[in-house]
């Protein structure tokens, strides 16, 4: 048997568990893994059991991605990401292996952004930098600060 053990933000938990406990038995019944969430002084353990090192290396990739811990980006490196959704205030990208970040409409272009639309479509490949993560642990991106010949804030 195998066994894997991840720390997850404690923002993340309900969306790992999932209502009524539904994103966890998912997880179990797709990769054949048992999962335990354990919350102890504050810091959020999450472990995997299994019959192989496959099982537990998936349910411990999809618990990654329900709680959304990336891989670990470094902070100031360039990333090739897809714009998966425009929002009002930014857009939804993804990084790699499905793993999702974030672009805040002031991180588009120097100089104001009336509408993402106008500056962003669904689909479109874009090379940003990562700035670092926000509250709630989504990798934080910019595209201003990929533009060559742009002032560092």
């Known amino acids: ?8 933000p404690k923002a993340s938990t309900g969306k790992v568990i999932g209502p009524g406990g539904s ?3 998912n997880i179990e019944a797709l990769t054949g893994a048992l999962v335990s969430v354990q919350d102890k002084d504050g810091a959020v353990s999450v472990s995997v059991y299994g019959d192989g090192v496959e099982s537990c290396e998936s349910a411990l990739r999809m618990v ?4 959304g811990i990336g891989p670990e980006l ?3 490196k360039a990333y090739k990401v897809n714009v998966t959704k425009i ?4 857009a939804i ?10 672009i805040h409409i002031s991180e ?10 106008e500056e962003l479509c669904v689909g479109q490949a ?3 930098i990562c700035i670092g993560r926000n509250a709630r642990g989504q990798p934080q991106m910019s595209l201003k600060a990929s533009i060559k010949g742009s002032k560092q804030s």
């Open 64 to 67: 990654k991605k329900a709680a």
């Open 87 to 90: 929002l009002d205030y930014g």
């Open 126 to 128: 874009l090379h940003v």
């Open 108 to 117: 588009i272009k120097h100089g104001r952004v009336k509408n993402v639309n």
């Open 23 to 25: 994103n966890i038995k």
């Open 1 to 8: 048997s195998s066994y894997g053990k991840i720390t997850i």
């Open 93 to 102: 990208v993804e990084i790699e292996d499905g793993v999702e970040g974030w």
């Open 74 to 76: 470094e902070k100031g």
